[in-house]
T-cell receptor, first 112, second 116 residues
């Protein structure tokens, strides 16, 4: 596609529920990143994929968060037992080379 | 660890005024430096970047020079327009996070409002 796409654009859920957020990177980009942006803050790194494997998941806040990229393209960020503190905008970015990352529009997650 | 500090906002300027948004960084390696911009209702977009000391990144009239001696990457524009109103983020990537990751470390962002 022309750019990174993310679905849904907005997600409202109740505390304790499970959610999945999807990212479709730019075609051919092997590197994929997930970030989380809380209100009034800059994005914070969550996890990095190179191809199908999660090469660096050091930014995941706890074991309720998990992400997959089974075919090396689309990625899904999964959050179990959501908490109100998980409310944020979740951003996905992809890149072909080492430096320039291209961001999607984000998914705004609200946990009630 | 890596960190980025940028000037607090919001910043309000009149059209055609000169803009400076300060950014300083701390990094263990030799990072690449970036400015990203987030226009209202839109996603993050790369504005400019510099990959080594003394490089100048430029785009859309904006400039920033990589200053290793002062660990800074200040964003400047000589004459702002109403359409420049957005949130600006300074960021770095040093490729030293292991496993080939070039994760970005961002500042908190500076909101710019330009009034006619």
């Amino acid at each position: 596609g022309a750019g990174v796409s993310q679905t849904p654009s907005n997600k409202v859920t109740e505390k304790g529920k499970y959610v999945e957020l999807r990212c479709d990177p730019i075609s051919g980009h092997t590197a994929l990143y997930w970030y989380r942006q809380s209100l009034g803050q800059g994005p914070e790194f969550l996890i990095y994929f190179q191809g199908t494997g999660a090469a660096d998941d050091s930014g995941l806040p706890n074991d309720r968060f998990f992400a997959v990229r089974p075919e090396g393209s689309v990625s899904t960020l999964k959050i179990q037992r959501t908490e109100r503190g998980d409310s944020a905008v979740y951003l996905c970015a992809s890149s072909l080379n080492a430096d320039t990352q291209y961001f999607g529009p984000g998914t705004r997650l609200t946990v009630l | 660890g890596n960190s980025v500090t940028q000037m607090e906002g919001p910043v309000t300027l009149s059209e055609e005024a000169f803009l400076t948004i300060n950014c300083t960084y701390t990094a263990t390696g030799y990072p690449s430096l970036f400015w990203y911009v987030q226009y209202p209702g839109e996603g993050l977009q790369l504005l400019l970047k510099a990959t080594k000391a003394d490089d100048k990144g430029s785009n859309k009239g904006f400039e920033a020079t990589y200053r290793k001696e002062t660990t800074s990457f200040h964003l400047e524009k000589g004459s702002v327009q109403v359409s420049d109103s957005a949130v600006y983020f300074c960021a770095l990537s040093d490729g030293d996070s292991g496993a080939g990751s070039y994760q970005l470390t961002f500042g908190k962002g500076t909101k710019l409002s330009v009034i006619p």
